[in-house]
């Protein structure tokens, strides 16, 4: 799905997930953070800075610090929402390279 975010991303989506089908309807995670987080990293992202996500999740806020130029370092224990984020980061050209 891609999302309603500035800037845009692509976002992995599974139809039987809860969480995932309110993303779905909306295009945004969490609009209220998803809005703080832009304003607290959108600065340091623009110089290529460096982003530590310590339980990624579905990886919302890795794909969107991407997005926003960012380099990540993602902690996600696990093996479920890991496959969920290796597929975002897979559809979005050059994000893989520039997280660890």
Request: aromatic share 12%; proline share 6%.
């Amino acid at each position: 799905v891609m999302t309603n975010t500035e800037p845009r991303f692509v976002f992995a989506y599974n139809p039987y997930d809860d969480d995932m089908q309110r993303m779905h309807t909306a295009q945004v995670i969490e609009p209220t953070l998803t809005h703080a987080w832009y304003k607290a990293t959108a600065s340091c992202c623009k110089r290529g800075g460096t982003i530590v996500d310590v339980g990624g999740n579905y990886g919302w806020y890795t794909l969107y610090s991407l997005a926003l130029g960012c380099r990540v370092v993602v902690i996600e224990p696990v093996p479920a929402y890991q496959e969920v984020m290796q597929l975002g980061l897979a559809l979005n050209p050059g994000f893989s390279e520039r997280t660890t």
